[in-house]
């Protein structure tokens, strides 16, 4: 806490305590402000940077003058703290303060420690209370459902409407399209806000200790963990949600208990007899396909079917290109955030490659990409990221033209490397549009019969791009 950046409004009509408070506070290094009534306090609020108001209760005949000012402060400002003093202190006025928003309240005449004691506190109580709504916009920012396609605008709906029930969700999806995003989402948007969103990540579970770990220990048991505490995870998410992540690579025992524990909301911890009953949401996600896990036996079928009340399918990023250029945008905007000083820009070219690419690890992969990018070119103002600064996993080293007799472009006559080049353009911007023949004609420049006729030239199959 840089002390000579700090500025503390006093506040009282006799401008004698305003100076002996402010000579206190300067010698301990901060600046100060004074004001001898409410008039005086608020312009000086509304035009200086303050930090921290003491101010008194009994101003100018008024026994509630201090009381006002701390009222129109906190409707101002509400993350400055205000101390209240008073030279006629009781324990009524003392409480009206406390609920009208005061930070703490000191009787006059005070000691100097005391009051330099309540300002440190008020500032790191401050300071404290702006890092949190800081990370706290700084989470919503990142959890933020991003995409303009008719399947996330579906999820949307969808969740706005699950998001304030307590039904339990199974989220389906490839691996890195954003399934813990949106079991966040729910949590977030519901009444179990205030309490804990818990992970359970199956997948590194050990399978000797996955029961402990989700349904704790007794004390009497001779179990120990690092922390020294015997809190399964449903308990440590008692009236939050608890996520479980992969929830296929449970053992088949493990999901039985887990089954009972769901429609009881209760369980047994390891070594006891005595029930533990918790309010705990359920969100859960596997990439897989999960009736035939189900078929296969990896998955228990009442399992399945108590997980899936609300499910919720993810699609991969190729099957939304369509939100390709809004998520670009997006994770520029909070990487270059934490990563640089400069927004970097994608030329029409390398964003025309990113719709193509297949991005095998959907929008994880896309966020990686785009942060690299930034930690090797993100030090330079307005700098165009072409196709040639893309990563190797985008362009890749394949030869561009290959026919199917496996001859690279080199050994083709012109006219054939060129049919080979248009089909293979071609191609790509089907895929790009979905087979949309008036968009794809637009793009490429080409009246939509004669795009038609070149498709029919080169031997593609529009069917296989709807």
């Not at 493990?254 to 047994?268: H, N």
Request: aromatic share 8%.
């Amino acid at each position: 806490m840089i002390k000579n950046k700090i500025s503390i409004l006093v506040i009282d009509d006799e401008n004698d305590i305003c100076e002996m408070v402010s000579e206190i506070l300067k010698d301990e290094g901060y600046k100060t402000e004074i004001a001898n009534n409410f008039d005086e306090a608020v312009h000086t609020i509304q035009n200086e940077n303050i930090s921290l108001i003491l101010t008194d209760i009994w101003m100018n005949n008024n026994t509630k003058a201090g009381l006002e000012v701390l009222s129109w402060s906190k409707e101002y400002n509400s993350s400055i703290p205000v101390i209240m003093m008073s030279g006629h202190g009781n324990i009524e006025t003392a409480m009206i303060a406390a609920k009208t928003g005061a930070f703490d309240f000191i009787e006059k005449p005070f000691k100097s420690e005391r009051l330099l004691f309540l300002v440190e506190k008020a500032l790191n109580d401050r300071n404290l209370k702006i890092k949190i709504s800081e990370f706290e916009a700084k989470e919503n920012e990142r959890m933020e459902l991003v995409g303009k396609s008719i399947a996330i605008k579906n999820i949307k709906s969808q969740l706005n409407k699950l998001s304030i029930s307590n039904s339990r969700v199974l989220i389906t999806g490839p691996s890195g399209s954003g399934k813990e995003l949106i079991a966040r989402w729910i949590h977030k948007k519901s009444h179990r806000d205030a309490f804990p969103f818990i992970i359970a990540s199956c997948a590194t579970l050990s399978p000797e200790r996955v029961e402990q770990v989700l349904f704790g220990w007794s004390d009497v048991s001779n179990i120990k963990n690092i922390n020294n505490s015997n809190l399964g995870l449903f308990e440590q998410a008692n009236h939050g949600t608890l996520f479980f992540d992969e929830i296929c690579d449970l053992p088949l025992q493990t999901q039985g208990k887990i089954v009972q524990a769901i429609q009881d909301q209760s369980f047994y911890k390891i070594g006891s007899n005595k029930k533990v009953h918790v309010d705990v949401r359920i969100v859960s996600a596997s990439n897989k396909d999960l009736l035939k896990s189900v078929e296969s036996g990896e998955l228990r079928e009442d399992l399945f079917y108590r997980l899936s009340v609300v499910p919720i399918e993810l699609p991969a990023l190729n099957k939304r290109v369509d939100d390709i250029n809004d998520l670009i945008e997006y994770f520029l905007r909070i990487l270059t955030k934490d990563l640089s000083s400069f927004k970097l820009n994608l030329s029409s070219e390398t964003r025309a490659i990113f719709q193509i690419y297949d991005w095998p690890g959907n929008v994880r992969q896309l966020k990686n990409i785009l942060e690299w990018l930034i930690i090797m070119y993100g030090n330079q103002k307005d700098f165009l990221i072409k196709p040639l600064h893309l990563p190797p996993e985008i362009l890749g080293y394949k030869p561009a033209i290959k026919n199917d007799s496996n001859l690279s472009e080199l050994e083709l006559s012109l006219k054939d490397a060129r049919k080979v080049f248009e089909a293979d353009y071609l191609k790509k911007q089907l895929i790009r549009f979905k087979g949309n023949i008036a968009r794809t004609s637009t793009f490429v420049g080409m009246d939509r019969s004669a795009l038609h006729r070149k498709i029919k030239e080169l031997k593609i199959n529009i069917n296989e791009y709807n």
